[in-house]
């Protein structure tokens, strides 16, 4: 049996924070499964003039130069010590530090699949002494697939019932879903794994674009869907369904998106075309509208996507920031009437919804060290079994990969069983 303090870390598509997660992570004896148990969890704001460099460069033909990559990618790794320092970790609570990083490009078609995640995971080990695990996105590429989302594995892992349906549906930056069909219903035929995962489009992308301008930057989102619920009267419904005949609402699975296509610069180019509609429209119906075009794109893929293969859905969990959105969450439960819609915390999956992607990449890193796989997505590109994850020693890397290696089950480790939320 091993078991590991895992600090996991993770900065998402909306560069407002990064958040912390310490777990204790344990694996059992004779079991594929292991035992997860949030110890803490804290976000820490991103540094804000690092912030607007990294907006400055995640969009198409944004003007840079290597050495400002280099630099930034540095940079990051300081952001990233810096987070855990002003988050008040102790780090002789923590065995392992496991980064995503901050994803600053992503391609997941064409003729060469890459993904560029940054935050020097040398300068986390330097500044820290511990050993830090990253480029979990990279295999996952490497080996022939998107590369996202990547918690379907995670999710299936805790949420799988023999009689119910269920999806966790994470509203981040962007949004992507997990579908777990029940074990005892049946799908349909060409699904060929326990579950299948994909970005319904844009999260909290646009919306927070669309208050960063309507503010003139002094506003970052829609605190506690405010301004959504004022304009809500003034939602232009031909507007949001012009938003969703966009290519990427009708290709097939699989499919990830990021801000290569929900930029910035789309948020701009929708509050134009309301305001040309509309010279009369207030800023909240402007915010209210593109709220609703990201909450009706997530029921649009389960009607397209999801209902098709599994049926009914019954019961679907919401995390990230977009689970503290009122008016999100309620169009959810008013398109999805037949299906409990919760947010993450309050149903079956145990977990707190702002926590769950550090939590995840916790979850990885332990895997990463341990050298276990994880399940494949239903729907895949191919079938090929990656390792997630590159290891940069700290100074306790021999005292960690001993403990490993004497572990009984190291040497019949396989593909990641359960995981059992305590």
């Known amino acids: 049996m091993v078991s590991f303090n895992v600090l996991g870390m993770n900065c998402g598509t909306s560069i ?24 803490s969890y804290k976000e820490v704001p991103v540094t804000p003039y690092l912030r607007c460099r990294i907006l400055g460069l995640v969009k198409p033909g ?64 330097n500044k820290t002494k511990k050993t830090v695990i990253s480029s979990f996105r990279s ?28 999806i966790s549906q994470n509203i981040g930056g962007i949004g992507n879903a997990t579908i777990v069909p029940a074990a005892n219903r049946p799908c349909a035929k060409d699904l060929d794994s326990s579950y299948f995962a994909f970005d319904t489009g844009p999260g909290n992308v646009l919306i927070d674009a669309t208050v960063r301008l309507l503010s003139n930057g002094k506003s970052h989102y829609d605190k506690d869907g405010e301004a959504g619920s004022r304009g809500e009267g003034e939602i232009d419904q031909a507007a949001v369904e012009a938003f969703l005949s966009r290519a990427y609402f009708r290709m097939k699975l699989p499919k990830t998106t990021g801000r290569e296509i929900f930029s910035d610069d ?110 494949i997505a239903g729907f895949s590109e191919n079938r090929q079994p990656a390792l997630l994850g590159a290891v940069t020693p700290g100074e306790n890397y021999r005292s960690i990969m001993k403990k490993v290696v004497e572990a009984e089950e190291f040497t019949s480790a396989g593909v990641l069983g359960r995981i059992i939320i305590k």
């Open 139 to 166: 295999a996952e590429v490497a080996a022939g697939r998107q590369g996202a989302p990547l918690t379907g594995f995670f999710d299936t892992a805790v949420m799988a019932h023999p009689s119910l349906t269920r």
């Open 266 to 375: 789309l948020a701009r180019e929708q509050v134009e075309i309301l305001r040309s509609k509309n010279p009369s429209i207030s800023e909240d119906g402007i915010v209210a509208t593109i709220t609703r075009m990201t909450s009706e794109s997530i029921v649009r893929a389960y009607e397209e996507y999801v209902i098709p293969v599994v049926g009914k859905i019954d019961e679907v969990y919401i995390c990230g920031g977009g689970a503290f959105n009122p008016n999100i969450m309620k169009w959810l439960r008013e398109r999805l009437p037949q299906t409990k819609v919760e947010r993450m915390e309050k149903g079956a999956y145990g977990l707190r919804a702002d926590a769950k992607e550090a939590v995840l990449f916790a979850v990885l890193g332990f895997l990463g060290i341990c050298g276990r796989q994880v399940s």
């Open 16 to 39: 407002d924070g990064i958040d912390i997660a310490i777990c204790k992570i344990t694996s059992q004896l004779s079991s594929p499964d292991i035992t997860v148990e949030l110890l």
């Open 62 to 125: 944004a003007p840079t130069t290597l050495e400002d990559i280099c630099d930034l990618n540095f940079a990051l790794g300081e952001e990233f010590a810096r987070a855990i320092k002003d988050g008040g970790v102790n780090l002789e609570d923590v065995d392992i530090i496991a980064s995503h990083g901050q994803t600053l490009w992503h391609t997941p078609t064409g003729e060469r699949l890459s993904t560029l995640q940054m935050a020097e995971p040398a300068v986390i080990a």
